[in-house]
């Protein structure tokens, strides 16, 4: 990819929903850690990659109703918010599906005449009836995969296995681990690669503690995942991670409020590659 494609990648995060919660709700047997339970609070994003071809949205987010019974805070229309930055569902945008729980698909039957990539894993597991056991059900929602299986009855999803690119600068890669098909996205940018891992990584502790997250499909595979992610880092394959739910996504000074959502989105702006500070 050339420097000047790179460039014209920019990552737009929006924050549209929270939740106050605890410790031991979150991180896996909590228990085991020998530590104090306390309150952590859950934000929940969805990211658009501004392309020189055009919008590619990653997740679409809860719908109104799916945060509702789970007793999640929307705090602004995911669709809406997409449609500020010109990748609403008018402009049939890409649209990355990184895991097919209830927070990432939401919202995806509004997105009638967008291509939608995931892992072919993913798609099959959720077709299994292992996915309708409790522990997997809980995070699923009968209605919306049946909206991913009606859009690809209609030619509109592109599996991959491992990985994929599904624009210049923007490579899918599947580790497993949270679900059976968890992706990442790694973006090219002017300021170098940016790994967006969705919830291969829900908080940075997770990375830095070792610590899982409490709803997982394979504890081993969340393992190999968190090492993938830090090899990529000390390899400088990616230069910075975006965790998926940590609420200091948005205290970060590289995150600049975006004028068309200040309150709601963020734009990463960080120097560009190979600039001396």
């Known amino acids: 990819m050339s420097s000047v494609d790179a460039a014209g990648n920019e990552i737009i995060a929006i924050r549209y929903?929270?939740?106050?919660?605890?410790?031991?709700e979150v991180f896996l047997n909590h228990w085991a850690t020998g530590e104090p339970d306390g309150?952590?609070?859950?934000d929940?994003?969805?990211w658009i990659i501004r392309t020189p071809a055009g919008p590619i949205l990653v997740d679409c987010g809860f719908s109104a109703e799916g945060g509702a019974v789970r007793g999640r805070s929307l705090v602004v229309d995911p669709v809406a918010a997409a449609a500020a930055f010109g990748a609403g569902p008018d402009a049939a945008p890409d649209v990355i599906?990184?895991?097919?729980?209830?927070d990432h698909i939401?919202?995806?039957?509004?997105f009638a005449r967008s291509r939608i990539h995931l892992a072919r894993a993913e798609l099959e597991f959720w077709r299994r009836p292992v996915a309708h056991r409790p522990l997997f059900a809980m995070v699923?929602?009968?209605?919306?995969l049946g909206a991913l299986d009606a859009a690809d009855a209609e030619g509109r999803v592109?599996?991959?296995d491992e990985e994929t690119t599904v624009a210049p600068g923007v490579r899918v890669i599947r580790v497993g681990g949270h679900t059976a098909g968890q992706a990442m996205v790694l973006v090219e940018t002017a300021g170098g690669p940016v790994l967006l891992t969705s919830d291969a990584v829900h908080y940075v502790e997770e990375l830095d503690r070792d610590r899982p997250f409490v709803h997982i499909d394979s504890v081993a595979d969340m393992y190999v995942a968190f090492d993938r992610v830090r090899a990529m880092l000390d390899a400088g394959e990616a230069?910075?991670?975006?965790?998926?739910?940590?609420?200091?996504?948005?205290?970060?000074?590289?995150w600049q409020p975006a004028p068309e959502l200040p309150e709601h989105a963020r734009r990463l702006v960080l120097p560009p590659a190979g600039a001396v500070s």
């Open 140 to 144: 699923g929602d009968g209605g919306e």
């Open 106 to 110: 939401g919202n995806l039957e509004r």
């Open 17 to 24: 929903g929270t939740r106050e919660t605890r410790r031991s």
């Open 39 to 42: 309150p952590i609070r859950m």
């Open 158 to 160: 592109v599996t991959f």
């Open 44 to 46: 929940y994003y969805f």
């Open 97 to 102: 599906v990184t895991h097919e729980h209830y």
């Open 239 to 254: 230069v910075r991670l975006v965790p998926g739910h940590d609420p200091g996504v948005f205290d970060d000074p590289a």
